[in-house]
């Protein structure tokens, strides 16, 4: 709290103290007129109460009422005086009848619940049959206002908590600008609420905290999530706080959860927070809000500028960037870190070796930027290597070329100027074609492993959803988490979730024609590496087919093809004696399947204390057999145990 220039601290609770002697004084009359000096009419300045006055527009006599209960915690002799008012040593406390009959300006207005008093719950009202004899006492938030004391309001802690503010804030531009435009909105008192759409959460906490200072509020945090969804403890928790953004210059900062789907009463609880609270508010959420009720600022939060993101890499490493053997652009171009986490990323770096810095960085770019996608994908560890691909070399170049693309986006994207043409069209994208087993998902890890990212599988069944928009909301949080976190991202089996679009029959062909519209603009614009597989490539639409960068068809493997597997499926560690590869590539067996029959004749193998032989290949090729429901002819196994 701060007091006018001419007044410290000190002295506002000088001048309490002598206000709530005035009261002492006026009990004193009222109990013995004859003998008391006379009594100023009104009563002592006191800084903090002509504060309090301002903020919820007090009238003379409601000021007067506040002194009075304060004077009950300040002065402990004026409990016996009330107590000898009331006649009744049990009541050793102030009530609306003694306020109504001590001060000359009194008025039943006191009762008014639309006046401050009660409205705002600066004074606390007993319940009596008899109104004269409620006893009345100063809220406790209100007391230590008076006192200078600083401090959130016990009760609003558990619902809203104090965000502390950085020390030292540096936004990029086009952040700062944000802050601005803002700032200059707010200063002229028109609190229009402020949206920040997106998923970078500790980007919107630093905007926040950016308007806060500049504007010298406090910054305070809700979470959506637990609002009370009974309408009157709704009511009461945004009244206490509207009351203490008043006390405070708070600002309020709601967060939504991320990808959350709230219930209805939960919606209803936010909405009558919004709608209604003309204070300074800032509502953090993953894509804009309706705000029928209050005009608002929206701003879409999306990822850095290029140009902007290479600034801050360079500030924060500082000398260090000269370590990187210009592979600065290629991080720049990967990985859409904010502001906070550069700047975190390249405090770690200051004492790694300059031999390692460039893997170091990389590797503590992906972690960070690392999406938290469990519940709707799977990250797949990568391990393959391009020599366990066997493809024919069309195909295997074709990978190639999909590699080269991916490593220089930075300089043609930037450096040569393509991204300034068009955001779309930006995203490198592959549909991987051709039966099961054949080393789609595979090739997929080899390339996540060349460029050292993350891979992670698309679980189908937890995006698709039968009510409308959650599908789209599922893909929209997939691609928004990936592109902050340098993902490739494998739709496995596509053709289940990117057919061709139906005719239009009912509602529910019109809602799977939208996602899949949807789907395709989304891809268009992702700026990163999305592979999608499919068993049956006629099946998916011509309009999506054309919007691919890379189409691959992965063919079932000839017999060189499958001893060419067989002789490179065994780890190096794994004994083994008289295989004939040759023989093994007879067995008609995709690569998906010829990997479970070596794992199986493995632990045949290990069961029975001997290296791995043809006798439990063919063991375990019978049992895969049955699993794919054939058996094996004799021309594919024809001379293995000779």
């Not at 109104?131 to 802690?157: E, F, M």
């Not at 998902?441 to 039968?466: G, N, P």
């Not at 004939?580 to 007879?586: F, K, M, P, S, T």
Request: net charge negative; proline share 6%.
């Amino acid at each position: 709290m701060t007091f006018a220039p001419e007044t410290s601290p000190t002295q506002n609770l000088q001048q309490l103290y002598e206000a709530t002697a005035w009261i002492y004084a006026m009990l004193q009359a009222c109990l013995e007129p004859e003998t008391t000096e006379p009594i100023p009419e009104t009563p002592p300045i006191c800084p903090s109460l002509k504060q309090l006055s301002r903020l919820f527009g007090l009238s003379a006599f409601e000021e007067k009422v506040i002194l009075l209960c304060a004077a009950l915690d300040l002065e402990p002799a004026c409990a016996q005086l009330f107590a000898r008012l009331a006649g009744n040593p049990q009541q050793p406390y102030p009530t609306i009848g003694l306020a109504l009959s001590l001060f000359p300006d009194a008025t039943w207005t006191l009762l008014d619940s639309q006046r401050p008093l009660l409205h705002w719950q600066l004074l606390t009202l007993e319940a009596q049959p008899n109104p004269t004899q409620a006893r009345i006492a100063l809220d406790p938030r209100i007391l230590n206002y008076l006192l200078g004391v600083s401090g959130l309001d016990n009760q609003l802690k558990g619902w809203i908590t104090p965000m502390l503010s950085a020390a030292a804030l540096h936004l990029p531009p086009s952040q700062a600008e944000i802050v601005t435009q803002v700032a200059r909105t707010w200063k002229g008192g028109e609190f229009l609420a402020l949206q920040l759409c997106g998923f970078e959460q500790p980007m919107k906490i630093a905007i926040a905290q950016a308007i806060a200072q500049q504007l010298g509020f406090g910054l305070y945090q809700l979470q959506a999530g637990i609002l009370p969804t009974n309408p009157h403890d709704n009511y009461s928790l945004k009244q206490r706080w509207l009351r203490e953004a008043m006390l405070s210059r708070g600002v309020l900062f709601i967060a939504q959860a991320r990808g959350a789907s709230p219930q209805a009463e939960r919606e209803q609880a936010l909405a009558a927070w919004l709608n209604d609270l003309e204070i300074p508010l800032i509502l953090s959420t993953s894509s804009r809000q309706s705000l029928p009720g209050r005009a608002s600022l929206t701003y879409e939060l999306s990822s850095l500028p290029h140009a902007e993101k290479r600034t801050l890499w360079g500030q924060y490493l500082g000398d260090r960037a000269t370590e990187l053997n210009g592979q600065l652009e290629s991080i720049v171009a990967q990985f859409n870190l904010n502001s906070h986490t550069i700047r975190s990323v390249c405090a770690s770096m200051q004492d790694v070796n300059p031999a390692d810095m460039p893997d170091r960085l990389w590797d503590s770019c992906r972690t960070q930027a690392r999406p938290q996608l469990e519940h709707l994908a799977q990250r797949i560890p990568c391990t393959a290597t391009w020599d366990e691909l066997i493809l024919p070399q069309r195909e295997k170049e074709m990978l190639r070329t999909i590699a080269r693309q991916v490593k220089q986006r930075a300089k043609v994207y930037e450096t040569w100027g393509f991204a300034s043409k068009s955001a779309r069209g930006l995203g490198i994208s592959a549909l991987f074609a051709g039966p099961s087993g054949t080393g789609k998902t595979m090739a997929a890890e080899v390339l996540a492993q060349e460029f050292k990212l993350d891979l992670y599988r698309i679980d189908l069944s937890a995006v698709s959803s039968k009510y409308i928009g959650e599908t789209e909301k599922n893909l929209r949080q997939i691609f928004d988490a990936a592109e902050s976190g340098g993902a490739v991202l494998l739709f496995d089996e596509a053709d289940a979730l990117f057919g061709k679009r139906t005719q239009v029959k009912n509602s529910h062909d019109r809602h799977a024609n939208l996602e899949v519209s949807y789907l395709l603009q989304r891809m268009e614009a992702y700026q990163g590496l999305a592979i999608l597989t499919t068993n049956l490539k006629d099946s998916l639409d011509q309009a999506f087919i054309r919007r691919l960068r890379f189409i691959l068809n992965f063919p079932y493997p000839e017999k060189a093809s499958r001893s060419e597997i067989w002789a490179r499926i065994f780890p190096s560690q794994t004994p083994t004696e008289g295989l004939d590869y040759e023989l093994l590539g007879q067995l008609d067996m995709a690569g998906g399947n010829i990997r479970a029959i070596a794992l199986n004749s493995a632990f045949i193998a290990a069961d029975a204390g001997e290296p791995v032989m043809m006798k439990h290949i063919l063991t375990a090729a019978k049992s895969e057999g049955i699993k794919v429901g054939r058996s094996l002819s004799r021309e594919e196994t024809q001379y293995w145990l000779d």
